[in-house]
T-cell receptor, first 108, second 116 residues
Protein backbone atom coordinates (compact mmCIF):
# COMPACT_ATOMS: atom_id res chain seq x y z
CA UNK A 1 0.00 0.00 0.00
CA UNK A 2 1.11 3.53 -0.67
CA UNK A 3 1.36 5.29 2.62
CA UNK A 4 3.08 8.14 4.40
CA UNK A 5 3.64 7.93 8.15
CA UNK A 6 4.45 10.84 10.38
CA UNK A 7 4.69 9.29 13.84
CA UNK A 8 4.73 12.50 15.85
CA UNK A 9 1.60 14.62 16.16
CA UNK A 10 3.44 17.27 18.13
CA UNK A 11 7.09 18.16 18.41
CA UNK A 12 8.03 20.79 20.96
CA UNK A 13 11.54 22.27 21.09
CA UNK A 14 13.28 25.36 22.38
CA UNK A 15 14.64 28.06 20.12
CA UNK A 16 18.11 27.16 18.91
CA UNK A 17 17.66 23.43 19.39
CA UNK A 18 17.94 20.99 16.47
CA UNK A 19 14.74 19.76 14.88
CA UNK A 20 13.95 16.51 13.09
CA UNK A 21 10.45 15.81 11.84
CA UNK A 22 10.11 12.18 10.87
CA UNK A 23 8.52 10.85 7.72
CA UNK A 24 8.45 7.26 6.52
CA UNK A 25 6.83 6.05 3.33
CA UNK A 26 5.67 2.85 1.74
CA UNK A 27 5.78 2.75 -2.06
CA UNK A 28 6.79 0.08 -4.54
CA UNK A 29 7.89 2.46 -7.27
CA UNK A 30 10.47 5.21 -7.44
CA UNK A 31 9.43 7.67 -4.74
CA UNK A 32 9.06 11.39 -5.13
CA UNK A 33 8.68 13.13 -1.79
CA UNK A 34 7.75 16.57 -0.59
CA UNK A 35 7.39 18.57 2.59
CA UNK A 36 4.53 21.05 2.85
CA UNK A 37 4.09 23.59 5.64
CA UNK A 38 1.11 25.50 6.99
CA UNK A 39 1.87 28.53 9.16
CA UNK A 40 -0.83 29.99 11.37
CA UNK A 41 -3.52 31.69 9.28
CA UNK A 42 -1.70 30.93 6.05
CA UNK A 43 -2.29 28.52 3.22
CA UNK A 44 -0.65 25.15 2.97
CA UNK A 45 2.44 25.60 0.81
CA UNK A 46 5.38 23.68 -0.53
CA UNK A 47 8.49 23.79 1.64
CA UNK A 48 10.84 21.54 -0.27
CA UNK A 49 11.08 18.40 -2.38
CA UNK A 50 13.73 15.76 -2.58
CA UNK A 51 14.49 16.12 -6.28
CA UNK A 52 15.60 19.70 -5.76
CA UNK A 53 18.11 18.81 -3.04
CA UNK A 54 17.70 22.31 -1.69
CA UNK A 55 17.73 23.99 1.70
CA UNK A 56 14.71 26.19 2.37
CA UNK A 57 14.56 28.40 5.46
CA UNK A 58 17.40 26.31 6.86
CA UNK A 59 15.49 23.04 6.44
CA UNK A 60 16.85 20.06 4.56
CA UNK A 61 15.51 16.59 3.89
CA UNK A 62 17.35 13.60 2.50
CA UNK A 63 15.65 10.67 0.86
CA UNK A 64 16.86 7.40 2.37
CA UNK A 65 15.55 4.60 0.21
CA UNK A 66 17.03 1.91 2.45
CA UNK A 67 15.09 3.18 5.45
CA UNK A 68 12.21 4.51 3.31
CA UNK A 69 12.46 7.81 5.11
CA UNK A 70 12.44 11.50 4.24
CA UNK A 71 13.03 13.23 7.56
CA UNK A 72 13.00 17.02 7.73
CA UNK A 73 15.86 18.60 9.65
CA UNK A 74 17.01 21.98 10.83
CA UNK A 75 20.07 22.50 13.02
CA UNK A 76 18.77 25.52 14.93
CA UNK A 77 15.02 26.01 15.27
CA UNK A 78 13.49 29.50 15.23
CA UNK A 79 10.19 30.61 16.71
CA UNK A 80 8.89 31.41 13.24
CA UNK A 81 9.31 27.74 12.31
CA UNK A 82 6.30 26.92 14.45
CA UNK A 83 3.76 25.44 12.04
CA UNK A 84 2.08 22.28 10.82
CA UNK A 85 4.31 20.16 8.59
CA UNK A 86 3.08 17.53 6.17
CA UNK A 87 5.13 14.96 4.33
CA UNK A 88 3.76 13.91 0.92
CA UNK A 89 4.45 11.13 -1.55
CA UNK A 90 3.64 11.08 -5.25
CA UNK A 91 1.82 7.81 -5.83
CA UNK A 92 0.70 8.16 -9.40
CA UNK A 93 0.54 10.60 -12.21
CA UNK A 94 0.29 13.94 -10.46
CA UNK A 95 -1.31 12.45 -7.32
CA UNK A 96 0.01 13.14 -3.85
CA UNK A 97 -0.68 11.23 -0.65
CA UNK A 98 -0.11 13.15 2.56
CA UNK A 99 0.82 12.07 6.04
CA UNK A 100 -1.18 13.07 9.10
CA UNK A 101 1.11 15.99 9.85
CA UNK A 102 3.35 17.07 12.72
CA UNK A 103 2.83 20.27 14.60
CA UNK A 104 6.15 21.91 15.42
CA UNK A 105 6.15 24.27 18.37
CA UNK A 106 9.30 26.30 18.97
CA UNK A 107 9.39 28.01 22.33
CA UNK A 108 11.58 31.00 23.24
CA UNK B 1 0.68 35.17 -11.82
CA UNK B 2 -1.50 32.22 -10.93
CA UNK B 3 -4.10 32.45 -8.17
CA UNK B 4 -6.60 30.04 -6.74
CA UNK B 5 -9.87 31.04 -5.15
CA UNK B 6 -12.18 29.00 -2.99
CA UNK B 7 -15.60 29.89 -1.65
CA UNK B 8 -17.40 30.05 0.58
CA UNK B 9 -14.77 30.23 3.28
CA UNK B 10 -17.18 29.07 5.95
CA UNK B 11 -20.44 27.20 5.65
CA UNK B 12 -22.89 25.84 8.21
CA UNK B 13 -25.48 23.49 6.77
CA UNK B 14 -28.16 21.21 8.22
CA UNK B 15 -28.03 17.48 7.71
CA UNK B 16 -29.73 16.50 4.48
CA UNK B 17 -29.15 19.81 2.74
CA UNK B 18 -27.19 20.13 -0.51
CA UNK B 19 -23.63 21.40 -0.81
CA UNK B 20 -21.67 23.28 -3.41
CA UNK B 21 -18.10 24.42 -2.88
CA UNK B 22 -16.42 26.19 -5.73
CA UNK B 23 -12.81 26.57 -6.73
CA UNK B 24 -11.37 28.59 -9.60
CA UNK B 25 -7.83 29.05 -10.84
CA UNK B 26 -6.55 32.08 -12.70
CA UNK B 27 -3.44 32.65 -14.74
CA UNK B 28 -2.91 29.14 -16.07
CA UNK B 29 -4.45 26.77 -18.58
CA UNK B 30 -5.41 23.12 -18.31
CA UNK B 31 -4.36 22.72 -14.69
CA UNK B 32 -4.73 19.51 -12.73
CA UNK B 33 -7.28 20.18 -9.99
CA UNK B 34 -7.74 18.49 -6.64
CA UNK B 35 -10.10 18.39 -3.68
CA UNK B 36 -8.64 17.37 -0.32
CA UNK B 37 -10.25 17.15 3.09
CA UNK B 38 -8.14 18.13 6.07
CA UNK B 39 -9.13 16.60 9.39
CA UNK B 40 -7.33 16.78 12.70
CA UNK B 41 -5.29 13.65 13.27
CA UNK B 42 -6.03 12.35 9.80
CA UNK B 43 -3.99 14.68 7.67
CA UNK B 44 -5.05 15.50 4.14
CA UNK B 45 -7.22 12.99 2.36
CA UNK B 46 -7.43 13.19 -1.42
CA UNK B 47 -11.08 13.13 -2.44
CA UNK B 48 -11.08 13.90 -6.16
CA UNK B 49 -8.72 14.98 -8.86
CA UNK B 50 -9.21 16.10 -12.44
CA UNK B 51 -6.83 16.28 -15.38
CA UNK B 52 -9.30 17.96 -17.74
CA UNK B 53 -12.83 19.21 -18.31
CA UNK B 54 -15.33 16.53 -17.41
CA UNK B 55 -12.61 14.14 -16.23
CA UNK B 56 -13.02 13.31 -12.56
CA UNK B 57 -11.30 10.60 -10.54
CA UNK B 58 -12.64 9.67 -7.15
CA UNK B 59 -10.25 8.40 -4.55
CA UNK B 60 -12.60 7.32 -1.78
CA UNK B 61 -16.24 6.24 -1.73
CA UNK B 62 -18.29 8.91 -0.10
CA UNK B 63 -21.30 11.12 -0.08
CA UNK B 64 -19.61 13.77 -2.20
CA UNK B 65 -19.13 14.32 -5.91
CA UNK B 66 -17.02 16.65 -8.01
CA UNK B 67 -17.45 18.30 -11.36
CA UNK B 68 -15.28 20.34 -13.70
CA UNK B 69 -17.58 22.29 -15.99
CA UNK B 70 -14.83 24.61 -17.20
CA UNK B 71 -11.08 24.34 -17.57
CA UNK B 72 -10.29 26.28 -14.43
CA UNK B 73 -13.37 25.56 -12.32
CA UNK B 74 -13.74 22.68 -9.90
CA UNK B 75 -16.88 22.11 -7.84
CA UNK B 76 -17.43 19.85 -4.85
CA UNK B 77 -21.05 18.86 -4.29
CA UNK B 78 -23.40 16.77 -2.26
CA UNK B 79 -27.11 16.17 -2.67
CA UNK B 80 -27.65 15.40 1.01
CA UNK B 81 -25.07 16.24 3.62
CA UNK B 82 -24.19 13.92 6.48
CA UNK B 83 -22.75 14.87 9.84
CA UNK B 84 -19.57 13.08 8.84
CA UNK B 85 -19.10 15.48 5.92
CA UNK B 86 -18.05 18.22 8.33
CA UNK B 87 -14.46 19.25 7.80
CA UNK B 88 -12.02 21.58 6.14
CA UNK B 89 -11.94 21.26 2.37
CA UNK B 90 -8.97 22.33 0.33
CA UNK B 91 -8.79 22.86 -3.39
CA UNK B 92 -5.42 22.69 -5.11
CA UNK B 93 -3.94 22.86 -8.58
CA UNK B 94 -0.76 21.79 -10.32
CA UNK B 95 0.65 22.16 -13.79
CA UNK B 96 -0.38 19.41 -16.15
CA UNK B 97 2.89 19.24 -18.03
CA UNK B 98 6.14 17.82 -16.73
CA UNK B 99 9.11 19.83 -15.71
CA UNK B 100 10.23 21.60 -12.61
CA UNK B 101 6.75 22.30 -11.20
CA UNK B 102 5.19 18.95 -11.96
CA UNK B 103 3.52 17.43 -8.91
CA UNK B 104 3.81 20.66 -6.91
CA UNK B 105 0.44 21.59 -5.48
CA UNK B 106 -0.73 25.13 -4.86
CA UNK B 107 -3.55 25.24 -2.34
CA UNK B 108 -6.51 27.50 -1.85
CA UNK B 109 -7.42 29.05 1.49
CA UNK B 110 -9.94 26.32 2.25
CA UNK B 111 -13.62 26.03 3.08
CA UNK B 112 -14.76 25.03 6.54
CA UNK B 113 -17.98 23.06 6.45
CA UNK B 114 -20.00 22.35 9.57
CA UNK B 115 -22.97 20.05 9.24
CA UNK B 116 -25.46 20.27 12.11
Amino acid sequence: AQRVTQPEKLLSVFKGAPVELKCNYSYSGSPELFWYVQYSRQRLQLLLRHISRESIKGFTADLNKGETSFHLKKPFAQEEDSAMYYCALRTGFQKLVFGTGTRLLVSP
Amino acid sequence: SQTIHQWPATLVQPVGSPLSLECTVEGTSNPNLYWYRQAAGRGLQLLFYSVGIGQISSEVPQNLSASRPQDRQFILSSKKLLLSDSGFYLCAWSVSSGGLWANVLTFGAGSRLTVL
